[in-house]
């Protein structure tokens, strides 16, 4: 094992999402926390931006400019793009040019494929990383939340994501049984564009969709008064710009089958788990992370479902990054929960 104290500073452990990528760097925590968006020149091949403001190009570019995500469903879509992401974030983060090749480790979705494995860990390479070791999103999610993952006790974690969902019982480092299936945040927002053009004949765009989302949206009814916003968007009968007003119960139902889809997989793995750990959940309940932790009464609608506890992690957005983090701080300590790396 090389000498630790040399590359002080210079380990990262990237959470490489749909939505958003993350990344940690040892001895400073997260220092770079962007969508995962890149801005091309189709005419050029040239990024013209990366992150923040490639998001606030989509939907607004001109012809010769397209708003990519390379990430979809939690795996990468478009290999080069996804690279090219990486290398940009890495070289953000190190301003010098000369660094040492950092150790870098990733977060992946536990039921993606060994080509989409080793996809991912290419990139890394390609990105500039001396080795590329691969974790688990719900055992990263599980140790970024403070869950015991080491002791020989049952611990629950939903993690939901921007593409994937992914429900895990974690025992004595390890995963015992999960389920891992590609409804996301933007699941969500998709859910509600074909809403709104169903009921209203109005045709919005992801980022309006995903802010209705989070200005209203939610799981389950909520007592006391019902939440309105205002949409705009394009009528699909005159062609027109057109506003109308939308509630949340309205909104609730846009997303009904996706949350639903969520709660069955909880259901599913519930099932599948061994009975002592199926006690040990009883007691200690289920750790809800990700983006879509923070919808609106879906704790509520856990607990209504399952009958069990149900903790929203309080950094359930940087849950996966920093589970990862602490794999970087305590490598050896922590090393049995990475995937092993097969290359030389």
Known sequence: ???????????????????????????????????????????????????????????????????????????????????????????????????????????????????????????GYQAGARRVYIIEEPMAAAIGAGLPVHEPTGNMVVDIG?????????????????????????????????????EYSLMIGERTAEELKVAIGSAYPTGGEELHAEVRGRDLISGLPKTVVMSAADVRQAIEEPVTAIIDAVRTTLDKCPPELSGDIMDRGIAVTGGGALLHGLDDRLRHETGMPIHVAENALDSVAVGSGTCVENYERLSQVLVPDRRR
């Open 162 to 198: 921007g593409g994937t969902t992914e429900v895990a019982v974690i025992s004595m480092g390890g995963i015992v049984t999960s389920q891992s299936i590609r409804v996301g945040g933007d699941e969500l927002d998709q859910a509600v564009m074909t809403f709104v053009k169903k």
């Open 1 to 123: 094992m090389t000498n630790n104290l040399a590359f002080l500073g210079r380990d990262m452990a990237v959470d490489l999402g749909t939505a958003n990528t993350l990344v940690y760097v040892r001895g400073r925590g997260i220092v770079l926390n962007e969508p995962s968006v890149v801005a091309l020149n189709s005419s050029t091949g040239k990024i013209v931006a990366v992150g923040l403001d490639a998001k606030q190009m989509i939907g607004r570019t001109p012809s010769n400019i397209t708003a990519v995500r390379p990430l979809k469903d939690g795996v990468i879509a478009d290999f080069e793009i996804t690279e090219r992401m990486l290398r940009y974030f890495i070289q953000k983060i190190h301003r010098r040019r000369h660094f040492a090749k950092p150790r870098i480790i990733v977060a992946v979705p536990s039921g993606i494929t060994s080509v989409e494995h080793r996809a991912v860990k290419e990139a």
